[in-house]
C-alpha cells in the first residue's frame, strides 16, 4: 500500500527564513506528486504538483519543489518565507493507476514569525 | 465563481442524530470526493465517484452514504452520528479518475457532534 511520510510535524521560522519541508513516499511505480497549503482556517489550495518532465518544478508563491526518484522524495523548499506563509503543508502521491485516491501525508505546520 | 462549494460550513449536532452535507462543483470534472480531516489535521480519502459511479470506497462505516445523483453533486449522508465524527470533511473534484489530476477542494463543512 501506498503511505507518504512528511517529517517535519511543525517548523517555526523567522521571516527570510530559507524553508525546506521533507516529503517521502512509498511505492514503486510511476507516481504523481502534489503539495497542497492550507492556511488558517480555509481549504487545501494547490502549491505545485510533478507528473512528468523535469524533476523541479516551480509552484505559486516562489515555493519549488524537487522529485529525487531514487529516494522517494518530494521535498518542499521556498528560499525566504513570508509571515504569510504561515499555513500547514500537505504533501501526496497519486499511484498511476485506475480507482486511487491522493494519499496524504499527516502535514507539516508552518509558523513564521515577523 | 465557486469552482467547489459545500453546504453547510458548520453543523453542530446532538449524537444520534442524521445529517447530510453538500457538494456540488462547476468544474465540469467528472470525479468528485469525499475526505475527512480529523482534529490532527490528517486528511483521509472516504469516498471517490467518476460520473456518478463509485470508484473508491475506503474502510469508512457504513453508517456514511455517499449520493451522487449527477456528476456536479455528490453529497454526504451520515446516519446515527457519533463523537468521533466529529472532523472537516472536504468535498474535491478532479477532472481525470482515479486521483491521477489535481484536485480542487471545497471550503470544508466542520461537523461538530455532542
Known amino acids: 500500500a501506498q503511505s507518504v511520510s512528511q517529517h517535519n510535524h511543525h517548523v517555526i521560522l523567522s521571516e527570510a527564513a530559507s524553508l525546506e519541508l521533507g516529503c517521502n513516499y512509498s511505492y514503486g511505480g510511476t507516481v504523481n506528486l502534489f503539495w497542497y497549503v492550507q492556511y488558517p482556517g480555509q481549504h487545501l489550495q494547490l502549491l505545485l504538483k510533478?507528473?512528468?518532465?523535469?524533476?523541479l518544478v516551480k509552484g505559486i508563491k516562489g515555493f519549488e519543489a524537487e522529485f529525487i526518484k531514487s529516494k522517494f522524495s518530494f521535498n518542499l523548499r521556498k528560499p525566504s518565507v513570508q509571515w504569510s506563509d504561515t499555513a500547514e503543508y500537505f504533501c501526496?502521491?497519486?499511484?498511476?493507476?485506475?480507482?486511487?485516491?491522493?494519499?496524504f501525508g499527516k502535514g507539516t505546520t508552518l509558523s513564521v514569525s515577523s | 465563481d465557486t469552482a467547489v462549494s459545500q453546504t453547510p460550513k458548520y453543523l453542530v449536532t446532538q449524537m444520534g442524530n442524521d445529517k447530510s452535507i453538500k457538494c456540488e462543483q462547476n468544474l465540469g470534472h467528472d470525479t468528485m470526493y469525499w475526505y475527512k480531516q480529523d482534529s490532527k489535521k490528517f486528511l483521509k480519502i472516504m469516498f471517490s465517484?467518476?460520473?456518478?459511479?463509485?470508484?473508491i470506497n475506503e474502510t469508512v462505516p457504513n453508517r456514511f452514504s455517499p449520493k451522487s445523483p449527477d456528476k456536479a453533486h455528490l453529497n454526504l449522508h451520515i446516519n446515527s452520528l457519533e463523537l468521533g465524527d466529529s472532523a472537516v470533511y472536504f468535498c474535491?473534484?478532479?477532472?481525470?479518475?482515479?486521483?491521477?489530476?489535481?484536485?480542487?477542494f471545497g471550503p470544508g463543512t466542520r461537523l461538530t457532534v455532542l
Open positions: 501526496a502521491v497519486n499511484a498511476i493507476q485506475a480507482g486511487t485516491a491522493l494519499i
Open positions: 510533478y507528473f512528468s518532465g523535469d524533476p
Open positions: 465517484y467518476n460520473n456518478k459511479e463509485l470508484i
Open positions: 474535491a473534484s478532479s477532472l481525470l479518475a482515479g486521483g491521477s489530476g489535481e484536485q480542487f
